[in-house]
């Protein structure tokens, strides 16, 4: 599978992006997808993920009421929609693939469970 990540850019406190991961070369419906994020100097973290199907969604508790994860098998596409943003959601963004799994959060934010990766699209709030 290859992920091609998009629509980052700056964006004002409270304002809102959304961001596209489009998916090419498998079955993209066979796929979970997640989105992760990296901000400079700190670790990898799990931002959001949705199951094959896309009926069960799963959020870190900072995303929670904020963003919404959603996918589109018609265009492979999985999007993340993030409203409310704060100077501390700045990071490179990253979409994830892996081949449909269970339904653990557990096994849904460890990046170590996905396959593919896309390039990643920067994100930068300002306060």
């Known amino acids: 599978v290859q992920l091609q990540a998009s629509g980052g850019g700056l964006v004002q406190a409270g304002g809102s992006l959304r961001l596209s991961c489009a998916a090419s070369?498998?079955?993209?419906?066979?796929?979970?997808m997640g989105w992760f994020r990296q901000a400079p100097g700190k670790e990898r973290e799990f931002v959001a993920a949705?199951?094959?199907?896309?009926?069960?969604?799963y959020y870190v508790d900072s995303a929670k009421g904020r963003f919404t994860i959603s996918r589109d098998n018609a265009k492979n596409t999985v999007y993340l929609q993030m409203n409310s943003l704060k100077p501390e959601d700045t990071a490179v963004y990253y979409c994830?693939?892996?081949?449909?799994?269970?339904?653990?959060?557990?096994?849904?934010?460890?990046?170590?469970?996905?396959?593919?990766w896309g390039q990643g699209t920067l994100v930068t709030v300002s306060s």
């Open positions: 070369g498998r079955t993209f419906s066979s796929y979970d």
């Open positions: 994830a693939a892996r081949y449909r799994g269970s339904g653990s959060y557990y096994r849904f934010a460890n990046g170590n469970e996905y396959d593919y």
């Open positions: 949705v199951n094959w199907r896309g009926d069960s969604r």
